[in-house]
């Protein structure tokens, strides 16, 4: 085995440009519905906005900060930066090439998307009646001369930057120049015009708005109007306050406000906005050497595309999967019998809601503990737990306050909860609470937990692939219940038995077992890994998967995102395969199986192999004992792995080649678990 510095490591946000380059490559595949084509073009493009927000920002954040004694990270991350650059530069070229094929697709299905310099007379006397129903007084232009930063600006947002010609100068051409904002978050981003002749006619609000520069600029004297778009992105990292005296909810609070205020690190602009123009931008938002300007086509922020207009054409959409649904009488009986799971989108999450549901009225339930760390807008989660507390239930819920972007809404949520009387905490400082778990403790019999692969949220369970575990087994139910008690009291020594947590001994379990699965197979008995996750970065992780592999242990991954392993130039007998699956659902589960001689073991649960997660995060992984839940984690895994369709080959090279394998599924592994449940269902 090679030192530890010099095994093959792909850097994790090199790694992540090669995953959002299979989400494009989902938009360019002709057999993939228009409608869903344009959303997988919205996703690479909003991925990319919270990728330079957040991990770009902070390899800057390294390069410009660093000491001296840490020069080797300064270097990595000038070497990142430099190859996510180049990489955007070429995936940019093919990611217009690809909006433009499907718009033109997608007019050849009489869905025409039009500029202002197409539409009719007709048309143009519907964008006047818009102006004056719709836009009238939502947008003021702001002269460029009258402000020194755009730092009251939000990088959400779209902005025309204006030249126009003064009237009041006849001798010669003079501009004044100015900016707003496209009202989209009131308006939307593309407006849909009257149908005519069997076509369906949509333009983006950007036009529309500059059909009505006239009337926008009416009385400033100014004619002979240019528009062009610009978007910037801010650096995302919230400044926490060390005063003891503020407590977390202050701290959370005061730090959001300096994410509003981050400094501007990427500019994307229309690549025929005139110099002077262009000059006035780029001195209001003060950029560094390190940061990213790109020249781009006319429309910024395509993440809009996810929400583009459907006109009623079905059959330019995936056709529908509704959710299997579990029908029962009494689901927490149910789980006494036996331990169950659902696996979300394909079931359907109303089995979870109907446990917390039950809970909050079976009079046999003294208390409930949830962790939560994303919620949907109007949770139901949130109402059983109300419930539950009104009924005068013991509730506990932890509340992870810096979960990114997410951090505003969960104050909200906290504070309905308090209000409620459930006793709400705040996790670890320190440590980010990224474990998805229940307990529901009884009065008299076994209590209850739930282990999550995602998140307790409404929204996620549509389109996440997610696995819930749902067990009455006394010796997980333990662990768990204390879970919550090291959360609440993290001073206090604990030691789990069954459960896998970090950052306590998760990772050094992680590895123990890897390396019995190299003794055994040593010993000629049994010996495999397959892995179902999303990330994998962590270095020991990614050398302890290497030795293994070497050591001839037949090691299978599915890695929906950052992966640091290097698969090609291998030797032969080392049996290292990654694929990676891009379709209609994100793929979120985590399922961990280790051949272990032939006694298989399998966990499931939230954490990925990322030193974030490993070391930084109170995560979760719950080991499956129940004989009918391991078969379906088994099954999971094994069609991912049989995925020819959809599946990508990951080898650190960033092709994204077609995965290859034995006995193919004959369609994509997530339509082939769908039909497995509907079978089942109906059987």
Known sequence: MKKKADFPYVERDVSWMYFNRRVLQEACKEDVPLLERLSFLGIYSNNFDEFFRVR???????????????????????????????????????YETAIADVYAALRRENVCLISDSEVTEEQMEFIRDYY?????????????????????ESDQSIYLAVRAVRDDITDRTAYDYSYFELP??????????????????IMYIDDVVRCSLPRIFAGSGCSGFESYAFKFTRDAEMEIDDDQRNGILQKVSK????????????????GNMPPDLLRRVMSKLDLGRNDTVVDSGRYQNHKDL???????????????MPPVRIHSESIVRDILQQDRFIHVPYH?????????????VDRNVKSIKITLYRLAKDSKVIRALVGAARNGKKVTAVVELLARFDEESNMVWAQKLRDAGVKVIFGVEGLKVHSKVVHIGMKKGPDISCVSTGNFHEGNARSYTD??????????????????????????????????????????????????????HKAGKPAGIMIKINHVTDRDMVEKIYQAAKEGVPVDLLVRGNCSLVTEDLPVTCHLKVCGIIDR?????????????????????????????????????????????????????????????QGRIVDGSGENRPWKCENPLPCGSQQALYEYYKSIDTE
Not at 184 to 201: A, E, H, T
Not at 309 to 320: I, V
Not at 600 to 629: C, F, H, Q
Request: net charge positive; proline share 5%.
């Open 56 to 94: 770009v920002a902070s390899q800057n954040r390294i390069i410009e900060w660093a000491g001296k004694q840490n020069l080797k990270e300064v270097r990595t991350a000038k070497m990142t930066v430099r190859q996510i650059s180049k990489l955007n530069s070429k995936y940019l070229k093919d």
């Open 132 to 152: 004056s129903d719709r836009l009238d007084g939502l947008i003021v232009p702001i002269w460029f001369s009258a402000v020194k930063h755009l730092d009251y």
């Open 184 to 201: 989209v978050q009131s308006c939307g981003r593309f407006i849909r015009l009257p149908d005519k002749d069997g076509k369906s006619y």
């Open 255 to 270: 730090g959001l406000k300096s994410r509003k205020k981050g400094e501007p690190l990427r500019v994307v602009y229309d």
């Open 306 to 320: 996810m929400k583009f207009p459907h006109c009623g054409r079905k059959d330019l959409e995936y056709p529908p």
């Open 348 to 360: 359907d999450f109303s089995y979870f809601l109907g446990l917390l549901h039950e809970a909050a």
């Open 467 to 520: 696995c819930i575990m749902m067990t009455a087994s006394r010796r997980i139910t333990d662990d768990v219940n204390l879970l919550f008690e090291f959360i609440e009291k993290p001073y206090i020594p604990v030691k789990f038995k069954e459960l896998l947590v970090s950052p306590n001994d998760m990772k050094k379990k992680f590895i123990s077992m890897i390396n019995t699965e190299i003794r055994n």
């Open 585 to 645: 659902f994100l793929e979120h589960s985590r399922i961990f199986i280790f051949t272990a001689g032939g006694t298989e073991k399998i966990y499931m649960g939230s954490a990925d192999w990322m030193p974030r997660n490993l070391d930084n995060r109170i995560e979760v992984i719950a080991p499956v004992y129940d004989p009918t839940l391991k078969i379906e984690m088994k099954r999971i895994v094994e069609y991912g792995l049989r995925d020819a369709k």
